[in-house]
């Protein structure tokens, strides 16, 4: 994060150190590849009591340009870069094309190829979102470049056809509670300066009524107002600390589970996608038995599983003597280290559990791990 103008110069320079240059026959100092700087910029604005953040973003994107083998003699790895960089603003080309189509509006569904590129992907808010974009178009007068300045300003004429609006997002409370503060406002400043527009308070089909009593009624919906305001407000300062309560709590249960997962001994599912590895986690307390098995069990089982080959009764898992003892149910299929298992049997640290077909487990049980580890 930088606060400054200097820090912000600094990491333009930063960035632009890292530029990747070469020499072509067209230029010393040739891009081979697009520079992008995006600055965020935060705006905390006290009103009212209330705390309120603005937040933008201002991209400045330097486009390599496009190439012609034949014309900037490039080969080997320069030759690869400027087949990307065409590629990319080929896809950007393509992106420009199907938002300025939309701009002109009709009946027909035009997709906007977003995807296509990394490019078009960091500058999808900037060329088709809530946004200003202002398009440098850098062109050369000597004749020899006439194909690149020709297909520039076509690429740039294509760009200006885009319409893009800017507005600044809120949600409904603060609009409306920022709408009734102006109106507010408003009032205040027509009853202290003596211009009373009568229309805001009175009926149409309503004679005209008194200065008095257009005051009386002015002052009634400013009150009613500030009641409508403050009753917003505190409302979404409720909401705003529920939603607070409820975030420390969850990181109060993940901190919990974390501690717990030091020394309770429990299993967690595994999953193809690693990211979810880990997700689901059961513990078993010292002492307790844990019965596993469907929803329909009566009475309810302490760890509920659904999918194929899952029986009412499946198994139990019970924690004595930080051992693990786990007992399958009669025709319950159960895997460990992928070998079919009856009866009882002990879980050990590391084991591989599968109930049915598709729940899959790690056992993680420290003190089975050290007292296998002593064995060994």
């Known amino acids: 994060p930088s606060v400054a103008n200097k820090e912000i110069e600094e990491r333009m320079a930063e960035g632009t150190a890292n530029r990747t240059v070469a020499a072509t026959k067209m230029n010393a100092t040739s891009s081979r590849a697009h520079t992008v700087v995006e600055l965020t910029l935060t705006q905390k604005i006290k009103t009212g009591g209330a705390n309120m953040t603005k937040t933008s973003v201002v991209n400045l994107v330097d486009l390599a340009g496009s190439e012609r083998a034949g014309s900037t003699g490039a080969t080997g ?29 009709g009946s027909r569904k035009i997709v906007v190829p977003f995807r296509d590129s990394s490019l078009t992907m960091i500058l999808k808010n900037a060329l088709g979102g809530n946004s200003k974009t202002v398009m440098i178009a850098a062109l050369s007068p000597a004749s020899v470049n006439y194909d690149e300045t020709l297909s520039t300003l076509r690429f740039a004429d294509r760009a200006k056809q885009i319409k893009t609006k800017a507005t600044v997002n809120e949600s409904p409370t603060d609009k409306l509670i920022r709408e009734l503060k102006q109106e507010n406002d408003k009032l205040k400043k027509m009853l202290e300066g003596g211009v009373i527009d009568q229309s805001m308070v009175k009926d149409d089909d309503e004679d005209d009524i008194s200065d008095e009593e257009v005051q009386a009624r002015l002052q009634a919906l400013m009150d009613e107002n500030n009641a409508e305001k403050t ?4 409302e979404w300062k409720t909401k705003l600390e529920e939603a607070q309560k409820a975030i420390e709590a969850l990181k109060a249960e993940q901190t919990r589970k974390q501690e717990m997962m030091k020394t309770t001994p429990h299993i967690m599912n595994m999953n193809e996608d690693e990211q979810l590895v880990g997700m689901i986690v059961y513990f078993f307390e010292e002492g307790k038995e844990n019965k596993v098995g469907t929803k329909e069990a009566d009475p309810p089982n302490d760890i509920v599983l659904s999918g194929l080959e899952i029986d009412s009764t499946h198994c139990t898992i019970t924690h004595s003597a930080g051992k693990l003892l786990m007992v399958v149910g009669d025709e319950a299929k159960v895997y460990v280290n992928a070998e079919y298992v009856t009866g009882k049997l002990e879980l050990m640290h590391g084991d591989r559990l599968l109930l049915g077909t598709n729940n899959l487990f790690t056992v993680v049980n420290l003190e089975s791990g050290r007292r296998r580890k002593r064995r060994g």
Request: proline letters at 0%; hydrophobic letters at 50%.
């Open 231 to 234: 009753s917003m407000e505190q």
């Open 77 to 105: 790895a320069t030759l690869k870069q400027g087949a990307a960089i065409n590629k990319s603003l080929s896809a950007l080309g393509n992106v420009i094309a199907a938002l300025a189509a939309q701009s002109e509006g």
